[in-house]
C-alpha cells in the first residue's frame, strides 16, 4: 500500500470543498480550530490509552484518527503538511538532544 500523507491532505483538500451535509471533513472545519483542536486532543487522549491497554489493531486505528485530526486541524489554520515537514527536516539534521536543547535557547 502506498497511502501517503500527501494523498491524506489532498483528500481533505478535496472534502473541505464539499458541503458539510456531504463530508464530516468540511462539517468539522466549519466549526473552526478551536473544535478541531479539541478533537485531535481527544484521539490523541484515545491513541495513547490504546498504545498501553489495548491491542496493535486498535493503535493502529487510533493514530490513523490522531493523524487525520491532526491534519484537518493544520487545514484550518492554512499550513500545508510541507510545512511540517520541512520543520521535521530541519530538526533531524542534528541530533535529538541538540535540537531540543537548541529550543529552549
Do not use: N, W
Request: charged share 35%.
Amino acid at each position: 500500500m502506498s497511502f501517503t500523507l500527501a494523498d491524506l491532505e489532498k483528500r481533505i483538500d478535496e472534502r473541505s470543498r464539499a458541503t458539510a451535509e456531504q463530508s464530516y471533513t468540511r462539517s468539522l472545519i466549519e466549526k473552526g480550530p478551536a473544535h478541531c483542536a479539541k478533537k485531535m486532543g481527544e484521539e490523541a487522549f484515545e491513541t495513547a490509552i490504546a498504545a498501553v491497554s489495548e491491542d496493535k489493531g486498535r493503535l493502529v486505528s487510533e493514530a490513523a484518527d490522531l493523524i487525520y485530526h491532526l491534519m484537518v486541524l493544520l487545514k484550518t489554520k492554512g499550513v500545508p503538511f510541507a510545512e511540517v515537514e520541512a520543520e521535521l527536516d530541519r530538526r533531524t539534521a542534528q541530533s535529538g538532544h541538540a535540537e531540543k536543547a537548541s529550543r529552549k535557547a
